[in-house]
């Protein structure tokens, strides 16, 4: 009995520390995401952690699948990309959103990461981008409302779990397994509650197995981070709200046609935001053609 017992706190013991080193990995996460104009030290990181450097390092290559450094600079390069091929900004103004004080040392890494320069990317990536959407229009009419609503919305609070791998795959399932057993435990689900995806990369640019994403549920109760679970606020202003139906497959189609036709027409400019998607149904008991998706872009 006592053999027992001893087992049963050693595993609850476990669970705690599992979920505590989840919520610090969240943290330092989060945290980069919303600084990649700062120079982002690996010290600091550690230090909000709450993991000595030591260990740091060995922890956060353990979850990402390659070391701290790295990451940062794959993250501030693919939103560089981003930045260029959706932006009317100059590369100058990029290279300081995305943390570098002169144009020439962004080249430098830009060039280094993709192979190619940031000028050859704006220029080639733009032309690409609008002949896909040329090629690939019929299909995208069916399934994506072709002029938004534009809407100013409140700041909304969720709770939330990432995955980072290939949109759509086991890990997002996973994440959104996670968040929805979080919400039914908490008992969050109730009249207005929304289910709203956060894809903070490009698959057109990021490397299919390091895109991140978030599942997330919109949350009037005062709610506490816990393990993998975070809480965060997406920041209301004004959106254009495209309506899509479909199989979430082509939904790489509709933000195609958003950035690569949409935008440049309609005179809006975008905010340095990430786009997120609310989802009307479940694809657990929906069929992929019936699926009801908002595509949220945030506007200037």
Known sequence: MLSVKINELHMEKESLTKKNHSERVNTVLQYINSHLGDELSISYLAEISNYSSFHFHRIMRAYLGESIGNYIIRVKMDAGATLLQHTQLEIVEIAHKVGYNSPSSFNKAFKK????????????????LHSFCHRHKNIIMKNIS???QIKKLKDKRVVYTVAIGKYGDDSTKQAWARMVSFAKEKKLFGFGTECIGISLD??????????RYEACITCKKDIKAEGKI?????????YAIFKHKG????????????????????????????????YHNSPDDTKPEKLKTDIYIPLK
């Open 113 to 128: 990461h993709f192979n190619i320069s940031p000028s050859t990317l704006r220029k080639n990536g733009r032309m690409g």
């Open 146 to 148: 072709l002029k938004p």
């Open 202 to 211: 490009d698959p057109n640019v990021t490397t299919a197995e390091k895109c």
């Open 230 to 238: 975070g809480v965060k606020t997406i920041e209301g202003g004004t």
């Open 247 to 278: 199989s979430y497959e082509t939904l790489i189609n509709a933000y195609n046609y958003i950035c690569g036709e949409w935008l440049p027409n309609s005179g809006r400019e975008l905010r340095e935001l990430p786009c997120f998607e609310v």
